[in-house]
């Protein structure tokens, strides 16, 4: 029988009035949380992770058929989810905070001017979509804690998962070189992809299960 993970009220969360980016963003924050708690728990002190490089289409919104507001969660119902990077590996990689932000400013651009199906959202993190002289900007950078961009700092750290991963070693390919990216580690040292895996964190599925199970506890 399929094991019951939750069970009870999860719109605040998730509801059914969100947006399939709004979903998927909620979901990306959930991630930066539950992986700094856990790594928090089993490692002690260490550098937080401030965002995470997420996609909406890895959040499956046709499995949400009806109301969160009393609801029952198996293992399998939340593997479905989030079915295609329920499992994939994690890895952890350093940038400069102006790198982080050219990211977003330009993959925004992207979106806004030439397609409309780049899906590319940050977890852990919000930020004010805008135009300046036409042109469409993020501004006030903070986290989901209210931490503004001016207080981060100068290096930040950043979640992604194996299948999202090794477009951070790409990024000045598809910008045309409008964008260059060196993802490092603590010490400012450029790394490869290889260098970037989180050996023993949990997946996303664990992550998501962990969240879960807290909530019943409330």
């Not at 651009?109 to 852990?124: C, N, R, V």
């Amino acid at each position: 029988m399929d094991e019951v993970v939750f069970r009870g009220n999860l719109s605040s969360f998730l509801e059914l009035s969100m947006t399939h980016e709004e979903m998927a963003i909620s979901f990306a924050h959930m991630l930066v949380k539950e992986f700094n708690k856990w790594e928090a728990k089993t490692k002690g002190e260490t550098d937080p992770v401030i965002a995470t490089i997420w996609n909406r289409e890895f959040f499956e919104i046709d499995e949400l058929t009806h109301s969160l507001s009393d609801v029952t969660i198996t293992y399998d119902d939340a593997y479905n989810l989030i079915f295609f990077p329920a499992l994939k590996d994690q890895y952890t990689v350093y940038m400069k905070k102006e790198e982080l932000y050219y990211i977003l400013q330009g993959t925004y651009i992207i979106k806004k001017l030439i397609s409309p199906l780049l899906f590319i959202d940050a977890g852990g993190i919000v930020y004010t979509e805008s135009y300046y002289f036409g042109l469409p900007i993020v501004t006030n950078l903070r986290t989901v804690d209210g931490v503004p961009y001016s207080e981060w700092p100068p290096t930040v750290r950043l979640l992604t998962n194996s299948i999202s991963a090794p477009y951070l070693w790409k990024i000045d390919k598809f910008s045309k070189g409008l964008l260059t990216n060196f993802p490092k580690d603590k010490t400012g040292r450029p790394i490869e992809l290889e260098d970037a895996l989180e050996i023993n964190s949990p997946k996303e599925l664990g992550l998501f299960l962990t969240f879960l199970r807290t909530m019943n506890n409330r």
